[in-house]
T-cell receptor
């Protein structure tokens, strides 16, 4: 079992719609969870972090965490063409290294 | 505050040659990480340092790979006798770790390696 798994893509959404990205992790002791955005040919850019159960909102992005279910998600509201990228879920392991999922590629159709 | 800096950004080398990448972390960040990323995959952990101490090396890091962080500042990642399978983006990242949760890791722009 992989440490971090993301829903398979690619995900195509129309402009203005909500994009929903899901991630599960295997280490029940994980404490910190991150979403990175990666444009093609570029390095990962941190967009959200979440540490407690529940929702965390930042602009058009909302991260949701459920530690009991070992599940973290990212919602992108009012999707824009500039949101077209690969989104990486990352989880801090017990010694605070990051373990990444394979990523979900999102395409926003104008 | 400048971000994580990596160089060279791109390197094309012939199989069997040695290559070295350099990473300058965000100033005062005590942790420095190296990851490798291939097309369609998420970054894979290679190794990390806390100050000058190398605390862990992934099993992905064969004996052809060596990393150093002298004086706890910049770091180098050397690959000896390169193979075509080494072609990837090598990512450096740093964080300010204080022994609690919330260790946010920031990435540099990456160094692309192509072995021909």
């Amino acid at each position: 079992q992989k440490e971090v798994e993301q829903n398979s893509g690619p995900l195509s959404v129309p402009e203005g719609a909500i994009a929903s990205l899901n991630c599960t992790y295997s280490d029940r002791g994980s404490q910190s969870f991150f979403w990175y955005r990666q444009y093609s040919g570029k390095s990962p850019e941190l967009i959200m972090s979440i540490y407690s159960n529940g929702d965390k909102e930042d602009g058009r992005f909302t991260a949701q965490l459920n530690k009991a279910s070992q599940y973290v998600s990212l919602l992108i509201r009012d999707s824009q063409p500039s949101d077209s990228a690969t989104y990486l879920c990352a989880v801090n392991t017990h010694d605070y290294k990051l373990s990444f999922g394979a990523g979900t590629t999102v395409t926003v159709r104008a | 505050d400048t971000g994580v800096s990596q160089n060279p950004r791109h390197k094309i080398t012939k199989r069997g040659q040695n290559v070295t990448f350099r990473c300058d972390p965000i100033s005062e960040h005590n942790r420095l990480y190296w990851y490798r990323q291939t097309l369609g995959q998420g970054p894979e952990f290679l190794t990390y340092f806390q100050n000058e101490a190398q605390l862990e090396k992934s099993r992905l890091l064969s004996d052809r790979f060596s990393a150093e962080r002298p004086k706890g500042s910049f770091s180098t990642l050397e690959i000896q006798r390169t193979e075509q399978g080494d072609s990837a983006m090598y990512l450096c990242a740093s964080s300010s770790w204080r022994g609690t949760s919330g260790n946010t890791i920031y990435f540099g722009e990456g160094s692309w390696l192509t072995v021909v």
